[in-house]
């Protein structure tokens, strides 16, 4: 009998999730298997929206950024009494054998639980930019995040330089600073700003300082979104929190250029990155690695065993459960932080 399998893509887009239903339904098609897209992540579910999967070019289409499927921020355990029966309803009405969850950590926790509350046959995948996802070394799409944050970080340079300026760039990453973490190491920023490690002004003004006493004509401060900002021991970072029960971002490397400039008197201008990370054609390493993971969560269904979530640990691609990729947030290990501590410390620390 051929197997049913429905497969989306749910949360903030990232690059490779093409080139990951690629690698999926290559190998499910050379199965016999039918492959139906969810439109829209879970919403798709909820509302029964789909879109064949059986006659795409997916050669071409792994290149692309973007999802072909669409993506939401959209979750049935938000107003579970409704939306769940709702998505149980859809799995039963297309007779599936099988569910695709392609997402980050809201994504991948709707599926742990249907699957645990609900006996659903879920299968994850890890993607999101700001790499904050357990159980896996990487998710797919970060490291094209971390080339556009580097490159753009590059570029600033000779500007700052020409004007002896402070340029400022903030990074995506609420909660978690690996973006601006391995791009501004890798572009040799002066100072990178964390949520990991809370920023003192005054501490990051006085090493800034002492550098442009040095002889230095510019700087790059990598600041991520989520970054926590202190001033005379108040934090200027926001409290607020967005619909989704997340602390609002934003705006924080214009404060610190604002700041920046007023304590100095060193000119100061700041870029926000934005959604510039997640858009474009994914890095090839992006490519071939969510083609490596999608062909694993194939492997996965097609052996019937459900729960379990394709991941990479030691550059293998392997299989881990799903809960345990949704049981914490990821941040910057304390190895990673100790290793580049000279970045994280702004130039000349106390
Ligand atoms: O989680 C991925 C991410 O890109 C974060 O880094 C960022 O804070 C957020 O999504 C932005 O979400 P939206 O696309 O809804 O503005």
Not at 98 to 124: C, K, N
Not at 143 to 154: L, N, P
Not at 272 to 286: E, M, S, T
């Given at each position: 009998m051929t197997v049913r399998v429905g497969v989306l893509t749910g949360g903030g887009d990232a690059p490779g999730l093409n080139a990951a239903i690629c690698g999926l339904a290559r190998r499910l098609l050379a199965a016999n298997a039918e492959l139906i897209g969810f439109v829209d992540g879970w919403r798709g579910l909820m509302e029964d929206r789909t879109r064949s999967l059986q006659h795409e070019n997916?050669?071409?289409?792994?290149?692309?950024?973007?999802?072909?499927?669409?993506?939401?921020?959209?979750?049935?355990?938000?107003?579970?009494?409704?939306?769940?029966?709702?998505?149980?309803?859809?799995?039963?009405r297309h007779r599936l054998d099988a569910l695709v969850t392609i997402g980050g950590e809201g994504t991948l926790g709707a599926?742990?639980?249907?699957?645990?509350?609900?006996?659903?046959?879920?299968?994850?995948?890890?993607?999101?930019?700001?790499?904050?996802?357990?159980?896996?070394?990487?998710t797919f799409g970060f490291f094209s995040a971390v080339e556009v944050a580097t490159r753009a970080m590059d570029d600033l340079r000779s500007t700052a330089d020409s004007h002896s300026r402070v340029m400022v760039v903030e990074c995506m990453g609420r909660h978690a600073g690996w973006i601006t973490a391995y791009a501004g190491v890798a572009a040799g920023a002066e100072a990178v700003l964390v949520p990991e490690r809370p920023v003192q002004i005054e501490d990051l003004c006085q090493n800034l300082g002492r550098l442009r006493q040095s002889g230095a004509r510019s700087a790059i401060v990598a600041v991520a979104e989520g970054a926590r900002l202190f001033e005379g021991g108040n934090c200027l970072s926001s409290m607020e929190k967005d619909e989704f029960g997340e602390y609002k971002t934003g705006g924080a490397a214009a404060t610190l250029a604002r700041r920046i400039q007023a304590n100095l008197g060193w000119d100061a201008r700041h870029v926000v990155l934005g959604h510039l990370q997640r858009a474009g054609k994914p890095i090839a390493f992006d490519r071939i690695f969510a083609l490596r993971l999608g062909a694993r969560a194939a492997r996965l269904v097609l052996e019937r065993r459900f729960g379990y979530m394709a991941a990479m640990r030691a550059g293998e691609i392997v299989?881990?459960?799903l809960q345990a990729a949704v049981a914490a947030r990821k941040t910057l290990t304390g190895q990673f932080l100790d290793r580049y501590e000279s970045f994280f410390m702004p130039i000349g620390g106390p």
């Amino acid at each position: 009998m051929t197997v049913r399998v429905g497969v989306l893509t749910g949360g903030g887009d990232a690059p490779g999730l093409n080139a990951a239903i690629c690698g999926l339904a290559r190998r499910l098609l050379a199965a016999n298997a039918e492959l139906i897209g969810f439109v829209d992540g879970w919403r798709g579910l909820m509302e029964d929206r789909t879109r064949s999967l059986q006659h795409e070019n997916f050669q071409h289409l792994l290149v692309y950024g973007g999802t072909l499927l669409g993506s939401s921020g959209d979750n049935p355990y938000r107003d579970p009494a409704t939306s769940v029966p709702k998505v149980l309803a859809t799995l039963q009405r297309h007779r599936l054998d099988a569910l695709v969850t392609i997402g980050g950590e809201g994504t991948l926790g709707a599926a742990d639980r249907l699957f645990r509350e609900h006996q659903v046959p879920v299968v994850g995948m890890p993607k999101t930019i700001d790499n904050d996802l357990e159980a896996t070394d990487f998710t797919f799409g970060f490291f094209s995040a971390v080339e556009v944050a580097t490159r753009a970080m590059d570029d600033l340079r000779s500007t700052a330089d020409s004007h002896s300026r402070v340029m400022v760039v903030e990074c995506m990453g609420r909660h978690a600073g690996w973006i601006t973490a391995y791009a501004g190491v890798a572009a040799g920023a002066e100072a990178v700003l964390v949520p990991e490690r809370p920023v003192q002004i005054e501490d990051l003004c006085q090493n800034l300082g002492r550098l442009r006493q040095s002889g230095a004509r510019s700087a790059i401060v990598a600041v991520a979104e989520g970054a926590r900002l202190f001033e005379g021991g108040n934090c200027l970072s926001s409290m607020e929190k967005d619909e989704f029960g997340e602390y609002k971002t934003g705006g924080a490397a214009a404060t610190l250029a604002r700041r920046i400039q007023a304590n100095l008197g060193w000119d100061a201008r700041h870029v926000v990155l934005g959604h510039l990370q997640r858009a474009g054609k994914p890095i090839a390493f992006d490519r071939i690695f969510a083609l490596r993971l999608g062909a694993r969560a194939a492997r996965l269904v097609l052996e019937r065993r459900f729960g379990y979530m394709a991941a990479m640990r030691a550059g293998e691609i392997v299989e881990v459960p799903l809960q345990a990729a949704v049981a914490a947030r990821k941040t910057l290990t304390g190895q990673f932080l100790d290793r580049y501590e000279s970045f994280f410390m702004p130039i000349g620390g106390p």
